[in-house]
């Protein structure tokens, strides 16, 4: 599906008042293919004319990247020579909040968020304790 075609349908469901994560769900593939193919979200987000923050659309499309299966959980032992890189990846977290849980840490990977996401929410929400930014993840999982 082209870029257009593929605006005409989103339009349409996003007039027929399905949610608009009803609405990324169902058009998820099409989306991700274009993503492979080096479209970034925000240009995406632009072409298709939704009329939806650039924030709010990169949400909603992570959020549809988890429900389509894309995001995949593995369980694995982790080597000794990996440990160390384990403690580094908590120690960038316990850097953004200090008593960020483990729990908190694995729900906003589940949700197909990053660090980098959550560095972000910090700085442009003023969240200022992990309590607010379990709140903040679930308001944004929780939106249509």
């Known amino acids: 599906m082209d870029i257009e075609k593929l605006k005409i349908s989103m339009r349409k469901d996003i007039e027929n008042r399905l949610p608009k994560q009803a609405v990324f769900n ?34 909603l499309y992570k959020i ?3 429900k389509k299966g894309a995001v995949t959980k593995t369980l694995s032992v982790a080597s000794p020579e990996e440990t160390p890189r384990v403690k580094t990846v908590g120690s960038e977290w316990a850097m953004i909040f200090h008593d960020i849980s483990s729990n908190l840490i694995n729900d906003i990977g589940e949700a197909g968020f990053d660090i980098e996401d959550v560095r972000a929410w910090v700085s442009d929400n003023s969240l200022i304790s992990s309590a607010q930014l379990r709140k903040h993840l679930q308001r944004l999982i929780d939106t249509p």
């Open 26 to 59: 169902n058009h998820f593939k099409y989306l991700n293919d274009l993503v492979v193919q080096g479209y970034k979200l925000p240009v995406l987000n632009e072409m298709l004319g939704l009329g939806i923050k650039t924030s709010y659309f990169q949400s």
């Open 64 to 66: 549809a990247k988890v």
